[in-house]
């Protein structure tokens, strides 16, 4: 168990529709990243979260987008579903912005978008 | 921007034996390099990284890679392999000035066989 939690771990939606992903940091952990894992793309960087401020962007569409609260979980929010954007959708956390701490992956929540 | 590639998509190999994941990394700048692990239906988790330093680095159950600058790699090797390193690897870089967002490779399945 690595400490971070996400919410649902399973979203059935039909396209068009609009989601959204919550994750919780380990506790003391001050950053928040989110990545976008499929067959076809492999595991992707969407957005990352540092203490509330966005902190580095990778290729998040812009029908996406994330934020992070004061208590610092984190919700990614996804709409106008389309078939592709079915993924695993992994929230990781670290103490704080800089690449070279460990980061810890929750277990992932499983889209699927009919 | 750095790019990563895992040029094994699929590596079997029988228990016992010994395995090479290969790695390799482009970037005009100097890294850092992490390989990850994914075990069926989990979040990944950090193996080892490479920060500075002695370019071999372990981990706890007998993993190590060895980062080679003049041939950009970080192969990760284990002289004997059990069943239960069957698992996705993961290798991933950042760039070591910004130490912004990690990179990932497409991955390697390893299976281990009895």
């Known amino acids: 168990d690595s400490g971070v939690t996400q919410t649902p771990k399973h979203l059935i939606t039909a396209t068009g529709q609009r989601v959204t992903l919550r994750c919780s940091p380990r506790?003391?952990?001050?950053?928040v990243y989110w990545y976008q894992q499929s067959l076809d793309q492999g595991l992707q960087f969407l957005i990352q979260?540092?203490?509330?401020?966005?902190?580095a962007k990778g290729n998040i569409l812009e029908r996406f987008s994330a934020q992070q609260f004061p208590d610092l979980h984190s919700e990614l929010n996804l709409s106008s579903l389309e078939l592709g954007d079915s993924a695993l959708y992994f929230c990781?956390?670290?103490?704080?912005?800089?690449?070279?701490?460990?980061?810890?992956f929750g277990p992932g929540t499983r889209l699927t978008v009919l | 921007a750095q790019s990563v590639t895992q040029l094994d998509s699929q590596v079997p190999v029988f228990e016992e034996a010994p395995v090479e994941l290969r790695c390799n990394y482009s970037?005009?700048?100097?890294?850092?390099l992490f390989w990850y692990v994914q075990y069926p239906n989990q979040g990944l988790q950090l193996l080892l990284k490479?920060?500075?330093?002695?370019?071999l680095v372990e981990s706890i159950n007998g993993f190590e890679a060895e980062f080679n600058k003049s041939q950009t790699s970080f192969h990760l090797r284990k002289p004997s392999v059990h069943i239960s390193d069957t698992a996705e690897y993961f290798c991933?870089?950042?760039?070591?000035?910004?130490?912004?967002?990690?990179?990932f490779g497409s991955g390697t399945q390893l299976t281990v066989l009895p």
């Open positions: 990781a956390s670290s103490a704080d912005y800089a690449s070279f701490n460990e980061q810890f």
């Open positions: 490479y920060l500075s330093g002695s370019t």
């Open positions: 970037s005009s700048v100097s890294v850092y």
């Open positions: 979260y540092y203490n509330g401020e966005e902190r």
């Open positions: 506790s003391g952990d001050l950053s």
């Open positions: 991933a870089v950042s760039d070591a000035g910004s130490a912004r967002q990690l990179t």
